[in-house]
T-cell receptor, first 112, second 109 residues
Framework: KAGVTQTPRYLIKTRGQQVTLSCSPI?????VSWYQQTPGQGLQFLFE???????NKGNFPGRFSGRQFSNSRSEMNVSTLELGDSALYLC???????????FGAGSRLTVL | ELKVEQNPLFLSMQEGKNYTIYCNYS?????LYWYRQDPGKSLESLFV?????AVKQEGRLMASLDTKARLSTLHITAAVHDLSATYFC?????????FGTGTSLTVIP
């Protein structure tokens, strides 16, 4: 059974650019969440989608956005990148009614 | 906003010793999770605790939950090097998970 797949795994951008990260959840999982992990701030919740609807949003500026497609795949976008956006971005999926988040390997973004 | 605090943040312990990691959270919840993260890797689910008094054990790790005290503990028995990792607790409120700051554990031979 395939796990949560995130692409790309690593990327380098410069300030002011934008980036799109992709997440394919485990088959059958309709809930997809995104987290930002940095050494200083730990794991911070970005947003959660279920059946193409954003159900929850964390305390991040509007430069961070996301969406979910009908096949449950999700993308997140960060526009006008800042140095502080350098982080590991983790996607997690969950089966409806279940209790465990399953995480992908993450996308490591470096902003220069 | 729900707050989750872990302590200690860093833990260096000798092989064979016992220790406990603590996880406190700020609001009522009966769903507490423990995850493990190895350097450069993603998070792996260790335990899911779903009721007051829940206790789960896997190998040298044992997790417990006291919802009245809003406290969960992760106890390490006779530590071995393979347990070196960062451990996170998380509390679920609705559909959102709130993670603690993590405890970086290093087991020294």
């Amino acid at each position: 059974k395939a796990g949560v797949t995130q692409t790309p795994r690593y990327l380098i951008k410069t300030r002011g650019q934008q980036v799109t990260l992709s997440c394919s959840p485990i088959s059958g999982h309709r809930s997809v969440s995104w987290y930002q992990q940095t050494p200083g701030q730990g794991l911070q919740f970005l947003f959660e989608y279920f059946s193409e609807t954003q159900r929850n949003k964390g305390n991040f500026p509007g430069r961070f956005s996301g969406r979910q497609f009908s096949n449950s795949r999700s993308e997140m976008n960060v526009s006008t990148l800042e140095l502080g956006d350098s982080a590991l971005y983790l996607c997690a999926s969950m089966l409806a009614g279940a209790n465990v988040l399953t995480f992908g390997a993450g996308s490591r973004l470096t902003v220069l | 906003e729900l707050k989750v605090e872990q302590n200690p943040l860093f833990l260096s312990m000798q092989e064979g010793k016992n220790y406990t990691i603590y996880c406190n959270y700020s609001t009522t919840s009966d769903r507490l999770y423990w995850y493990r993260q190895d350097p450069g890797k993603s998070l792996e689910s260790l335990f899911v605790l779903l009721s007051n008094g829940a206790v789960k054990q896997e190998g040298r790790l044992m997790a417990s939950l006291d919802t009245k005290a809003r406290l969960s503990t992760l106890h390490i028995t006779a530590a071995v090097h393979d347990l070196s990792a960062t451990y996170f607790c998380a509390v679920r409120s609705g559909n959102q998970f709130y993670f603690g700051t993590g405890t970086s554990l290093t087991v020294i031979p």
